[in-house]
């Protein structure tokens, strides 16, 4: 158990929809950051958060936007739900953002767009 | 650009024998590297990670890494596998953002 928790473990929705998904970083943590795991793209990182700040920004669609709130926990929303959004979702966490910190991955969220 | 490549998708090796997944790099400066591993329906899990220092990284579940800058390789290595170690390995460079390979799949036969 890496100590980072996300909900829900799985989400089955319809194309157009939005959905959120969230995060609990580790205890002490400050960084946050989001993957998308899929078949064809493989892990592709999304967004860092700091503190509450933006960090870094990756491959991540307009259609899809992040938080990082005072208490640390993070929320990643998707909208206007496409087929080829269908992934496993992970949040990650470290101490500092540096690039020398290693990051401990959440269980991930599944999601299905139908 | 910074981009990190695992030529195999699949290893295969034989209890008891040492297993190598390789891991090559192109990052423009000193790079930060990472291996990770994922079980079925798991997140990913670090191993180890190369900073500075000593070329030999030595990580968790008897796993080691060596850093080899002439050949921009980052290879995963343990002297003697377990069926428990099958699973997926992901090399990852850093600078601004983590890149990952396309992973490894690592099978362990009895």
């Known amino acids: 158990d890496s100590g980072v928790t996300q909900t829900p473990k799985h989400l089955i929705t319809a194309t157009g929809q939005r959905v959120t998904l969230r995060c609990s970083p580790r205890?002490?943590?400050?960084?946050v950051y989001w993957y998308q795991q899929s078949l064809d793209q493989g892990l592709q990182f999304l967004i860092q958060y700091y503190n509450g700040e933006e960090r870094a920004k990756g491959n991540i669609l307009e259609r899809f936007s992040a938080q990082q709130f005072p208490d640390l926990h993070s929320e990643l929303n998707l909208s206007s739900l496409e087929l080829g959004d269908s992934a496993l979702y992970f949040c990650a966490s470290s101490v500092l953002a540096g690039a020398n910190n290693e990051q401990f991955f959440g269980p991930g969220t599944r999601l299905t767009v139908l | 650009a910074q981009s990190v490549a695992q030529p195999e998708d699949q290893v295969n090796v034989a209890e008891g024998n040492p297993l190598t997944v390789k891991c090559t790099y192109s990052?423009?400066?000193?790079?930060?590297l990472f291996w990770y591993v994922q079980y079925p329906n798991r997140g990913l899990q670090f191993l180890l990670k190369y900073i500075t220092g000593d070329n030999l990284v030595k990580g968790s579940y008897g796993f080691e890494a060596e850093f080899n800058k002439s050949q921009t390789s980052f290879h995963l290595k343990k002297p003697s596998a377990l069926v428990s170690d099958s699973a997926l390995y992901f090399c990852a460079s850093r600078r601004d953002k983590l890149i990952f390979g396309t992973g490894t799949r690592l099978q362990v036969f009895p």
């Open positions: 205890s002490g943590d400050l960084s």
């Open positions: 990052v423009s400066g000193n790079p930060y």
